[in-house]
Nanobody, 123 residues
Framework: VQLQASGGGSVQAGDSLRLSCAAS????????MGWYRQAPGKQRELVAV???????KYADSVRGRFTISRDNAKNTVYLQMNSLKPEDTAVYYC??????????????????WGQGTEVTVSS
């Protein structure tokens, strides 16, 4: 499975960005996809992920501002980020796994990772 993320950039606080992640390869092995991020000096954290079915899970810090969506026909997942804050600055990673319980699983981390796309929000 290959995950190709795009859409990062440098914006001002309050702006919006949309990240995209296209999956290719053995996509039949994927059950869920989502987004994680790693800020400088911090551990990687879950941002938004699809749970089993069409439900979603968000980090408390982004709920109400970020929206995860997907286009199954294009094997693509999106992250719409609105009202961006400087604390959203991080490298954002697309991730995928065959475990439909990924959203509630602490370890191990997702099996498949994209290359990361950088988001910088200035005040």
């Amino acid at each position: 499975v290959q995950l190709q993320a795009s859409g990062g950039g440098s914006v001002q606080a309050g702006d919006s960005l949309r990240l995209s992640c296209a999956a290719s390869g053995s996509i039949f092995s994927i059950n869920v996809m989502g987004w994680y991020r790693q800020a400088p000096g911090k551990q990687r954290e879950l941002v938004a992920v699809f749970t089993s079915g069409s439900s979603t899970k968000y980090a408390d810090s982004v709920r109400g501002r970020f929206t995860i969506s997907r286009d199954n026909a294009k094997n693509t997942v999106y992250l719409q980020m609105n009202s961006l804050k400087p604390e959203d600055t991080a490298v954002y990673y697309c991730a995928a796994d065959g475990d439909p319980q990924l959203a509630t699983r602490k370890v191990p981390p997702p099996y498949y990772w994209g290359q990361g796309t950088e988001v910088t929000v200035s005040s």
